[in-house]
């Protein structure tokens, strides 16, 4: 039996980051990701700069491929009443597409060892690892990162409670040609049940993505009606989906997204990214957060695996109190602006005091963000 130093559950953003990272400092990573690269993602592909210097310690620099500087945020309800203001720290448009690609090539530059199998179960006894995977072997760890999203077949293996409950929104996105969009700007337009954001990628295209309540969207007749009936009532969306043509077939959507407390570490396994916690998507910060929690993994496991006497229970404690210290309260803020986001009366004051006050806005944008995340 092959006991491994590291295995990462999942290869998304926060995956790849944390076998990069451990990669780098010469530890042995194996990674088990359940779809070929690389993939389209729902995602509103805005990027906060705060990961810029991280990434680029990593080896990845996302300018050298084309992401759009955006230092603009436009926000408007969904009578179509727009505040401005200037993002504090500004960010990048990047399609997941390429970002995965970029991170994947680095991992596997680094001799990351990338299988592309799905798992199907963790289990932790006598202090080791075993991840079993759907084609019915078993690999052994000291360490695994689950790092699988926001929601997979292992959280009900896992228990975790959120994964037996109804959920009650879904997101849908796709990318669009021939659109009239600032590319410095993101947009972030509500509508009734919900909000979509609008950025520029790489390629030029803009990617529309939006979260909507199941509830509402239900009572119409699939994503283009939807679009036609509530979408659209929005001024602003109304007009880009007018001028714009999508380029997927069909538009991505998914369903059951979770916003509740998920545990940081369970059954031993260190949780990173929205396995670990989503953050609400109109604060513009998941994958920032997704890199950061896969830098406060990489380092925990780094010290448990280079230490002469390694202690697991301290490894488990250290990452519970850095996880929460970096990002509990941030995703307290995304609760409460969601809160204000989905209510007509509260976000009509929210648009008219946002107009008065950028101070105001850059005071919100500031706390649903982290400071920049240093190497
Ligand atoms: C509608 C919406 C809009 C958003 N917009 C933004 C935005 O504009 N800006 C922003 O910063 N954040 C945004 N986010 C959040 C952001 O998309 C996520 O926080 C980010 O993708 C998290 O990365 P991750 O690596 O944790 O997960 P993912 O990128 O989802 O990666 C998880 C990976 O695990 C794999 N996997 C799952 N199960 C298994 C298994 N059993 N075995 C092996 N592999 C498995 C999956 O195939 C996947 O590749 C948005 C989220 C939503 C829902």
Not at 80 to 93: I, N, V
Request: proline fraction near 3%.
């Amino acid at each position: 039996m092959k006991i491994e130093d590291v295995i990462i559950v999942g290869g998304g953003l926060a995956g790849l980051t944390a076998a990069i990272d451990l990669a780098r400092s010469g530890h042995k990573v194996h990674l088990f990701e359940a779809k070929e690269y690389p993939q389209h993602k729902v995602c509103g592909e805005y990027v906060s700069n705060e990961v810029i210097p991280y990434l680029q310690h990593l080896g990845v620099n996302v300018f050298h491929h084309g992401a759009v500087y955006i230092d603009q945020l436009q926000i408007s309800d969904s009578q179509g009443r727009l505040a401005k203001s200037p993002l504090p720290m500004g960010g990048f448009g990047l399609s997941r597409f390429e970002f995965d690609r970029l991170l994947f090539a680095r991992a596997t530059a680094l001799g990351v060892q990338i299988k592309i199998l799905k798992v199907a179960r963790i289990q932790f006894a006598k202090d080791i690892f075993t991840v079993t995977t759907t084609d019915g072997q078993s690999h052994f760890a000291k360490v695994v990162i689950g790092a699988y999203g926001k929601r997979s077949n292992l959280d009900k293996d896992l228990e975790r409670p959120f994964a037996y409950k109804k959920q009650s929104w879904l997101a849908v996105k796709s990318h669009y040609n021939e659109a009239e969009h600032p590319g410095n700007v993101v947009g972030l337009h509500n509508f009734e049940g919900g909000y979509g954001g609008l950025s520029r990628t790489e390629t030029g295209m803009v990617n529309f993505c939006y979260l909507a309540h199941y509830h509402t969207f239900k009572q119409y007749n699939g994503v283009a009606d939807f679009n036609r009936k509530v979408v659209a009532k929005n001024p602003h969306l109304a007009r880009f989906l007018s001028q714009a043509t999508p380029t997927f077939s069909e538009p991505l959507t998914i369903a059951q997204i979770s916003f509740d407390e998920k545990a940081t570490v369970e059954n031993h396994v260190l949780m990173a990214g929205d396995s670990a916690g989503l953050i609400h998507p109109l604060c513009g910060n998941g994958m920032a957060m997704a890199i950061h929690s896969a830098k406060l993994a990489a380092g925990v496991v780094r010290r448990f695996l280079d230490s002469r006497r390694p202690h697991r229970a301290k490894m488990e404690k250290r990452y519970r109190k850095e996880w929460d210290k970096a990002f509990r309260q941030r995703l307290w803020y995304g609760r409460k602006l969601q809160g204000i986001l989905m209510n007509a009366k509260y976000m009509d004051l929210g648009i008219r005091m946002a107009r008065s006050s950028t101070a105001l806005m850059r005071q919100v944008i500031t706390r649903t963000h982290g400071k920049t995340l240093v190497p």
